[in-house]
């Protein structure tokens, strides 16, 4: 199977279940939850679906089981809206890309910081 399909049907499977997630799916749990990104397998029977969950880590936790406990209606709904051979079997998994790029600016930011005070100093000191 081509790459180019399968990265249209990636892109066609997070725009689907994004919009299921924002507008079908009514469980309390699933609180402000983002899909950052979905990997189909080749042979199209499994989909790893990496989703963003803003809040501390009990809203992540309870978020992700949330839509786990979906996955049957959101993989219902993917096979009504896509017509492919197989609908694939769905995991959610957290993306953590989102606080890790935040976590390396803060501490690229901590470390200009401290390449410029000795120079601040230096320049005081002349």
């Known amino acids: ?3 180019r399909r399968i ?3 990636n892109e066609l499977v997070h725009e689907e279940v994004s919009d299921i997630i924002q507008k079908k799916l009514k469980d309390p749990d699933v609180g402000f939850v983002t ?3 979905v990997d189909v397998s ?3 029977r499994h989909a790893n679906i ?3 969950v803003y809040g501390n880590e009990a809203a992540k936790v309870k978020s992700i089981n949330g839509l786990n406990r979906a996955r049957g209606f959101i993989r219902k709904e993917i096979g009504k809206r896509i017509k492919l051979r197989f609908t694939p079997e769905i995991y ?3 993306d953590d890309t ?3 790029s935040s976590r390396i600016m803060e501490i690229l930011k ?3 910081d401290e390449k410029t005070i000795p120079k601040v100093i230096e320049d005081i000191n002349d």
């Open 7 to 9: 990265l249209r049907i």
């Open 35 to 37: 899909v950052s990104d």
């Open 92 to 94: 959610f998994k957290f």
């Open 98 to 100: 989102l606080e890790r």
């Open 110 to 112: 901590k470390i200009e």
């Open 1 to 3: 199977m081509s790459s």
């Open 50 to 52: 990496y989703v963003t």
């Open 42 to 44: 080749v042979d199209l």
